[in-house]
């Protein structure tokens, strides 16, 4: 064979190599363990269910998943730190509503709160509800917001900003009852200050559960789409004709990610929705597990953002003319 065919074969061989290697790599993703950040402090409702789903999809992926909790900040030193991640798919983490409603509330974040971030999967929703104490006359949210109608009462949240005291603030906007918030140190707290009579209600995640099952406490609505499966006899804040905010569950990774790693990282977080263990977790913390596309989940959060916006600016309103009222 003649210098010049040996070359050119050379050539061509080194060409194609040069075109299948990187594929072969990009298909045999993962190829070491995989971050799961979890911008929480551990032991929470977003702890305890992604670790669970995480340990599933290891199974999935034939890779470790290392979780690291990094909580502060309202989960912003969390998310900036998934936000900045290289976006090979070696990065991941959960996104809750906290998230994005943060930034809203007039604070800077270092990353775009909706675009800064590929959208894997979602994994379920957080288990909202309006809590009274069993010895209230008010049967219903319509018993509540009659009484709000002559009377002031006031409610606890996690704090100001949260998803509860926006999804409260936009009851109170749109019913004209007069809810005054009452902000409390987390979830844990605002369920402190209702059993202590503290308030007169609390809109919260399911912390009021064993309260409710030992029938200290009433659930008289909850902001879930459709009825909660746990309590199916309690109606959704839609069918009393309000809107109200969802507490999402999310998996993301930094924006920028190939699509077919994001493709399989997808596949592994929704198969893993039925795994046992996670199941269980979910079930213990009565929240409900929704299997919905990455595209379909930047969409939502995109809707939330948008629905939200929406919610602080009614209350700014409604702030602005309680002022103007008082000055007169």
Known sequence: MKIKSVLKLLCCAGLAASVVLPLLARAEFPDKPIT????????????????????????HLGK??????????STT???????????????????????????LGGHKVPYDPIKGFSYVSYYGDNLMGIAVLADKP?????????????????????GVGTT??????????????????????????????????????????????????????????VTTPERSTYFPDI????ENGFQSLRSIQAIVAPAGMPEPIRAKLEGAFRKSLTDPAFVAAMKRLSMEIIDMP???????????????????????????????????
Not at 139 to 156: H, N
Request: hydrophobic share 40%; proline share 5%; net charge positive.
């Open 36 to 59: 799961m950040i979890i911008p929480w402090a551990p032991g929470g409702s977003t702890d305890q269910t992604a670790r669970a789903l995480a340990k599933a999809a290891e199974g």
């Open 64 to 73: 470790p998943i290392v979780v690291v909790n990094q909580p502060g900040a």
């Open 77 to 103: 030193l969390g998310m900036a730190q998934i936000a900045r991640a290289k976006p090979d798919g070696y990065t991941i983490g959960t996104m809750s509503s906290t998230s994005y409603l943060f930034p």
């Open 138 to 158: 008010w049967k219903s949210l319509a018993d509540l917001i009659e009484a709000g109608k002559k009377q002031r009462l006031t409610y606890g949240t996690a």
């Open 164 to 221: 509860q005291h926006l999804t409260a603030s936009a009851l109170a906007a749109k019913s004209g009852a007069k809810f005054v918030h009452v902000p409390q140190d987390g979830s844990a707290g605002s369920m402190v200050a209702l059993l202590g009579g503290h308030v007169d209600f609390s809109l919260e995640t399911s912390v009021w559960l064993p309260y409710v099952q030992s029938k200290q406490v009433k659930l008289l609505a």
């Open 235 to 238: 109606p959704t804040f839609k």
């Open 294 to 328: 990455g595209k379909d989940v930047e969409a939502l959060v995109q809707s939330e953002y948008t629905k939200a916006e929406g919610f602080i600016k009614d209350l700014k309103s409604q702030s602005a003319a309680g002022s103007a009222a008082a000055a007169k």
